[in-house]
């Protein structure tokens, strides 16, 4: 039988293992391997991007604003901007900018790539949470007025997503804060700071020194780690839970093992509503069983606390989160509840209760899948393991939040839902004012926990391997780590 991918790797990741305490060489540029395929531009408006993909996009086509390292938002394109009307009118003043081949980006540039990512044929991952956007349009050569029909106060955060980037494709890029400098490059794509356009001529400025330059790789986690522990790289970026083991068995050192404390959803959605599934009794018994804290201390202990509520807080709602019905009483009690309601239904329908559950390739996935199935047998139901594009029962959402509105955690978890949490979504999403969107997504929360759409299970597991020399790299809930913001010394 043919040994995994990964295994191939385990004899050499032990032996880097023992130069791991050796200093990195604080020299030349500094080199990321994002976990992923090679990087290259991506129309985001057309097709999904990997992290390579979007690491690439958001060094070399920065939005209008960009997260800072903290996961703040930070001025970008534009250097400045004011909210007005109510917050139905966003005004950004550009800084002085050009595109890769030199030509100056103008508001008009940025007014007709930001309408074609919600224009009718975008399939831009956030299109559905800028349907408020009524009018994009440039007021100056330098200046872009964003209209809304109602306010939206996370509107920003928004905009700092790669998936809103002011990228053109001829040439392809952006206007910065990196440039490829070096493209074809054997060993990823060579990338350096952009010059200051808006700063004076007259200044006595240093050519870039090679620690300001990121070579940008993509490749496979295993590969990833290895690069890293043999001192080949100094930053892997784009670890989820799916790796996690990986990184344990390489014996990297600690202080360079970072974790996101993540927002977003981890957990499993109910893609097929037939058979035991077709009633929310029987989605319950199947929220009920699964034992979190055991599953999260089976796989990784340092990942956080279990998540039973779709929301993590009120956020924009008008109420706290509501709590499921399964999720009353101890572990034991939910267990035998949930054998209870197989029992029922196997009495009505005698054939085997057969779940497929959709799930990414990975050591990590697989301990979950053990840890999930382990848990529906005990209960009387055969589990069955699928690819995450094959038809399923359940589907695993693993997503970070890109902006705080309960609005993105319950439109993400509707996959599909009942019709009363999707009219009172669809409510919310049209809402005049935000008193009346927080009390519509209230409804919604309230309705897509009795409807049993979605069983929660943690937060996003996200990691990353960091070297010393990288001093300004912070975790944050974004789970986003731009390129400019690994040294002290890069813009």
């Not at 991506?42 to 996961?71: E, K």
């Not at 007259?202 to 020194?209: G, N």
């Not at 839970?241 to 990986?246: I, K, Q, S, T, V």
Request: include cysteine; aromatic fraction near 6%.
């Amino acid at each position: 039988m043919a040994r995994p991918p990964f295994l191939r790797f385990l004899p050499l990741l032990a032996a880097l293992a023992m130069a791991a305490c050796s200093p990195r060489p604080d020299k030349g540029p500094v080199v990321v391997s994002a976990i992923g395929s090679a990087p290259g531009y991506v129309d985001l408006n057309h097709r999904s991007a990997d992290m390579p993909d979007r690491m690439l996009i958001d060094a070399t086509a920065q939005g209008l604003v960009r997260f800072d390292a903290a996961g703040q938002v930070e001025p970008g394109l534009a250097e400045r901007w004011i909210v007005i009307d109510d917050g139905r009118t966003y005004i950004f003043r550009l800084r002085e900018a050009a595109w890769a081949n030199g030509d100056p980006v103008t508001a008009s540039d940025v007014a007709l790539i930001l309408r074609r990512a919600i224009g009718p044929d975008s399939r831009n991952p956030l299109k559905p949470f800028l349907t408020a956007i009524d009018e994009i349009k440039p007021m100056t050569e330098r200046v872009v007025e964003v209209s809304l029909t109602r306010p939206r106060p996370d509107l920003l955060k928004l905009f700092a997503q790669p998936d809103l980037a002011i990228l053109r494709a001829n040439p392809p890029g952006g206007s910065g804060p990196f440039r490829i400098v070096r493209d074809g490059d054997p060993v990823g794509r060579l990338l350096r700071p952009v010059a200051d356009l808006d700063r004076s001529p007259d200044d006595d400025i240093a050519a870039p020194a090679p620690e300001q330059d990121v070579r940008l790789i993509g490749e496979g986690a295993s590969r990833a780690i290895v690069r890293f522990v043999g001192k080949q790289s100094d930053y892997v970026a784009g670890g989820t839970l799916a790796d996690w083991p990986l990184v344990t068995r390489a014996g990297t050192a600690p202080n360079n093992i970072k974790l996101d404390a993540t927002a977003g959803l981890f957990g499993l959605a109910i893609v097929d509503r037939q058979g035991f599934l077709i009633d929310p009794a029987g989605r319950g018994a199947i929220a009920a069983a699964i034992d979190r804290t055991a599953l999260i201390a089976a796989i990784a202990p340092d990942w956080g606390q279990p998540v039973e509520r779709l929301l993590p807080d009120k956020l924009d709602a008008a109420a706290a989160p509501a709590a499921p019905a399964w999720a009353n009483g101890t572990a034991d009690a939910r267990l035998a509840a949930a054998r209870q309601q197989v029992a029922t239904y196997r009495a009505q329908h005698p054939e085997p209760i057969v779940l497929r559950i959709s799930l990414p390739t990975g050591p990590g996935a697989t301990l979950l899948y053990g840890q999930l199935a382990a848990r529906l047998i005990l209960i009387g139901i055969v589990p069955q393991r699928v690819g995450m594009s094959d038809a399923a029962d359940l589907r695993l959402v693993d997503a970070v939040a890109p902006y705080d509105s309960a609005r993105w955690y319950l439109a993400t978890a509707c996959q599909p839902c009942s019709e009363q949490a999707t009219a009172a979504l669809e409510a919310a999403r049209d809402a005049p004012d935000m008193a009346q969107r927080a009390t519509h997504i209230t409804e919604a929360d309230r309705l897509l926990a009795d409807d049993v759409a979605f069983i929660p299970i943690a937060t996003p597991f996200r990691w990353s391997l960091v070297s010393l020399r990288l001093k300004q790299w912070q975790g944050n809930a974004r789970g986003w780590h731009p390129l400019n913001h690994l040294r002290n010394d890069t813009n």
